[in-house]
């Protein structure tokens, strides 16, 4: 069994970064592959960033290309997402989400383990 918390989330202004972070409890943290989901207000949960066990292999939603980063320090059990240049059409309650396979996945059902999220929030 895998609990995942995550933390970091909050409020900032448009063009600003936050970073969230994910723990896990478990010892077989390190073969999982991670993600990143978010679901905004009146919308379904979506992609956002995946990260294979030995972060090796990373994978982006189109709409967090160039400005989000996910990593993970399998050491201390936890994933992050920096998340820079920040948009308005980020704010959403951002899940963590672990997997019992080593391949990222970009489908929710996927994924065995969330978290409880964290709400991310982007004024103009």
């Known amino acids: 069994q895998v609990q995942l918390v995550e933390s970091g989330g909050g409020l900032v202004q448009a063009g600003g970064s936050l970073r969230l972070s994910c723990a896990a409890s478990g010892r077989t943290f390190s073969n999982y592959a991670m993600g990143w989901f978010r679901q905004a207000p009146g919308k379904e949960r979506e992609f956002v960033a995946g990260?294979?066990?030995?972060?090796?292999?990373?994978y982006y939603a189109d709409s967090v290309k160039g400005r989000f980063t996910i990593s993970r320090d399998n050491a201390k059990n936890t994933i992050y997402l920096q998340m820079n240049n920040l948009k308005p059409e980020d704010t959403a309650v951002y899940y963590c989400?672990?997997?019992?396979?080593?391949?990222?996945?970009?489908?929710?059902?996927?994924?065995?383990?969330w978290g409880q999220g964290t709400q991310v929030t982007v004024s103009s």
């Open positions: 990260i294979s066990p030995r972060g090796r292999t990373t």
């Open positions: 989400a672990g997997r019992t396979y080593s391949t990222v996945s970009v489908f929710l059902s996927a994924y065995n383990y």
